[in-house]
T-cell receptor, first 112, second 116 residues
Framework: DAKTTQPNSMESNEEEPVHLPCNHSTISGTDYIHWYRQLPSQGPEYVIHGLTSNVNNRMASLAIAEDRKSSTLILHRATLRDAAVYYC?????????????FGPGTRLSVLP | GAGVSQSPRYKVAKRGQDVALRCDPI?????LFWYQQALGQGPEFLTY????????KSGLPSDRFFAERPEGSVSTLKIQRTQQEDSAVYLC??????????????FGEGSWLTVV
């Protein structure tokens, strides 16, 4: 799987939008972009994923650059419960090994 | 339950002791993964099962680590002769199908192992 780079940490105020960036300049055409987050003392949980088009779900939105070399996870209104480590992961459709490669992620702090 | 269940939630082992960590994946899920997460780090892949077959064990750090899934459902991760560097959270995850980059992977809450 291609590598991703994310800022180590970010801060946001409660009820404001948060834009979490991810760079993946070596992405291949068959790589899906996945976002997971990990709340304190819990296992990672799925947030959203996409291939080429922007995606929306009840948790967040995923904006994918036209050249796919970067993406942004958007939390529309941050809450205190959104404080977590956010992981951006690339997963190749041809990766039969199935392993999911996590980087260090971005630690998001939400201030009241 | 509806999610991935792991036990024990917390385990303190004396150095040299053997430990066994259990994972109950979501019912019907074909794929099962084990990850190791050290404090302050992201999860690192250990091994992958497709039903009962262990198709990838490239992440197991040494031959003291052994995983099995004999009937294609419950899995056990065994660590023999534990050492202090084995202290970590061990995460189990499952997904419905055997492949597909768009598949969602569901994680358990982890088993926290401390070796003293």
């Amino acid at each position: 799987d291609a590598k991703t780079t994310q800022p180590n940490s970010m801060e946001s105020n409660e009820e404001e939008p948060v834009h979490l960036p991810c760079n993946h300049s070596t992405i291949s055409g068959t790589d899906y972009i996945h976002w997971y987050r990990q709340l304190p003392s819990q296992g990672p949980e799925y947030v959203i994923h996409g291939l080429t088009s922007n995606v929306n779900n009840r948790m967040a939105s995923l904006a994918i650059a036209e050249d796919r070399k970067s993406s942004t996870l958007i939390l529309h209104r941050a809450t205190l419960r959104d404080a977590a480590v956010y992981y951006c992961i690339l997963r190749d459709v041809d990766n039969y090994g199935q392993n999911f490669v996590f980087g260090p992620g971005t630690r998001l702090s939400v201030l009241p | 339950g509806a999610g991935v269940s792991q036990s024990p939630r917390y385990k303190v082992a004396k150095r040299g002791q053997d430990v066994a960590l259990r994972c109950d994946p979501i019912s019907g899920h074909v794929s099962l993964f084990w990850y190791q997460q050290a404090l302050g780090q992201g999860p690192e892949f250990l091994t992958y099962f497709q039903n009962e077959a262990q198709l990838d064990k490239s992440g197991l750090p040494s031959d003291r680590f052994f995983a099995e899934r004999p009937e294609g459902s419950v899995s056990t991760l065994k660590i023999q002769r534990t050492q202090q560097e084995d202290s970590a959270v061990y995460l189990c995850a499952s997904s419905l199908t055997r492949q597909g980059a768009g598949n969602t992977i569901y994680f358990g809450e982890g088993s926290w192992l401390t070796v003293v």
